[in-house]
């Protein structure tokens, strides 16, 4: 037997009801929840066989939908039962499809389908039975909004699917199937307007996912590893959500969205660098208030990257750029702390991601408590010791606490920390210069799927800038971004 779903693709049944059962029998022979069942209608002259796997259809429609109809056929002679026939007049199921590739039966029946073998004939029937037992709809905990929908992805991507098709009435709404996966074969859909999205980013998201070569996925992270342009880099250039109304908004903004079976997670492309910023309800309240939050996510990013750079920076090279007072106060908080700054900016900053990593991977009530004791007993324990000074704890807790305004960017604001501190221990204030001016370089040469990572930023304007920074209000925010077969959002002039 064969490894792969796909190894089956071209080979078709004999016509013998018996041994094409045990052809079916035999692929599943070491797997318990196959099943199988013999049905003959009295004064019918043909068999049938139905199978699935226990588990994954509805037991109530498989016997009201499929073996009850089966078993009251009469006065059918065997040459007239086709799998036509079966489809048309015999079955109740809402979707049945006459099937003459193997491959293609035994995946339906993977994904919960019931497969029919008729005696004589090389055209079995699937029909859709899928019914296992799915989580309900709930608001996803990682995105949560005070004002705008509450709905969140699942992992069953038909229920995703509909999620979307539910905000996009249109039929412009396109949605491709492609497996991947020699073992899992797991089904990732591919979702976009044909009237906005550009065919060549179509084309390479294609492209690259028909070079994916792996046994299996089990997440939509695996595709995006392999997908991303510049894996090397530490900002991410696939975007991630589980939240529907976010993929039906880059949707209507010509963008792709990629659904994969068996995860919540739904992957958005292009991804540019300004939604790192952008928040789930920037658009369900007032554009003053979504401009204000959005400006402070920007400064709190800086924040969360520069201060314990800048800090041990000054502290240890440029003392005199600090207030008299200031520095007086901090050379005494130090006196007796046996480590230099940088060593103890990276001893808080190791600690501080211990005591979040910990908060988030024990229950939430443990989670809360850990977070108190650790950011209060511990750190008021470890500045009395003198194994740490008070204003460098300030320093890393403030540049933390600003990191969490930022979550799209956790990953990029901890390398950045971490690398800022060991370039600023050695070069002082100005080797922090220079490894901004690297990172703004290399920022501005990203690209996502051909697109420029800072594209709003390519044209000089406050028009390509009006959901960037700030967020300008629903009239005026007429152009789609620049990537699109069609600009025009809403009619009207620019303002």
Not at 200 to 227: A, H, P, Q, V
Not at 246 to 269: D, S
Not at 406 to 418: D, E, G, I, N, W
Not at 451 to 457: A, F, G, I, M, R
């Amino acid at each position: 037997m064969s490894d792969s779903v796909k190894d089956y693709s071209g080979m078709r049944l004999s016509g013998n009801i018996a041994a094409d059962t045990a052809f079916f029998a035999d692929m599943f022979k070491n797997d318990a929840v196959f099943r199988k069942r013999r049905v003959a209608p009295v004064g019918c002259g043909v068999s049938f066989t139905v199978m699935f796997f226990d588990g994954m259809v509805d037991s109530g429609r498989l016997s009201e939908d499929i073996i009850k109809p089966l078993s009251l056929m009469t006065g059918c002679e065997k040459c007239d039962v086709t799998a036509h026939y079966i489809c048309e007049k015999v079955l109740f199921a809402g979707e049945v499809s006459p099937e003459t590739d193997i491959s293609l039966m035994v995946r339906n029946m993977l994904y919960g389908d019931t497969l029919i073998l008729i005696d004589g004939s090389t055209t079995a029937v699937t029909v859709n039975t899928k019914g296992f037992s799915v989580r309900s709809v709930e608001e996803p905990t990682d995105e949560r909004v005070t004002q705008g929908p509450r709905e969140g992805f699942l992992e069953n991507a038909m229920v995703n699917l509909a999620l979307i098709r539910r905000r996009l009435s249109t039929p412009d709404l396109s949605i491709k199937s492609v497996s991947i996966g020699r073992r899992t074969d797991t089904a990732v859909y591919v979702c976009y307007l044909a009237t906005l999205t550009d065919k060549r980013t179509l084309n390479e998201l294609y492209r690259r996912l028909g070079e994916i070569d792996i046994d299996g996925i089990l997440d939509s992270n695996y595709i995006t590893e392999f997908i991303r342009d510049s894996k090397m880099s530490i900002f991410k250039t696939v975007g991630t959500t589980e939240r529907p109304d976010i993929v039906a908004a880059r949707l209507l903004e010509g963008r792709i969205a990629v659904v994969v079976n068996g995860t919540p997670m739904v992957l958005t492309l292009p991804y540019l660098f300004s939604e790192n910023f952008q928040s789930d309800e920037d658009y369900y309240l007032s554009y003053i208030v979504s401009s204000v939050r959005r400006l402070l996510r920007y400064i709190c990013f800086v924040a969360a990257v520069s201060v314990p750079a800048v800090f041990v920076a000054i502290s240890t090279f440029h003392i005199e750029l600090m207030p008299t007072s200031f520095a007086v106060s901090v050379a005494m908080l130090r006196s007796g702390v046996p480590i230099s700054s940088a060593g103890e900016c990276l001893l808080l900053v190791t600690v501080f991601e211990v005591l979040k990593e910990a908060g988030v991977r024990m229950s939430q009530s443990l989670g809360h408590a850990l977070s108190i004791v650790g950011g209060l007993v511990v750190g008021q324990a470890a500045v009395q010791a003198k194994i740490i000074s008070a204003p460098m704890l300030i320093a890393v807790a403030f540049s933390g606490i600003c990191g969490l305004m930022v979550p799209r960017l956790k990953t990029s604001v901890l390398y950045l920390r971490v690398i800022s501190v060991i370039i600023c221990s050695v070069f002082g204030i100005y080797g922090f210069m220079a490894l901004g001016a690297v990172v703004l370089i290399h920022v501005l040469n990203l690209k996502s799927f051909g697109v420029d990572y800072t594209v709003s930023l390519s044209r000089i304007g406050f028009g390509p800038l009006k959901d960037t920074v700030l967020r300008a209000p629903w009239p005026r925010m007429i152009n789609r971004p620049l990537f699109n077969k069609d600009l025009r959002r809403m009619g009207g002039k620019e303002k």
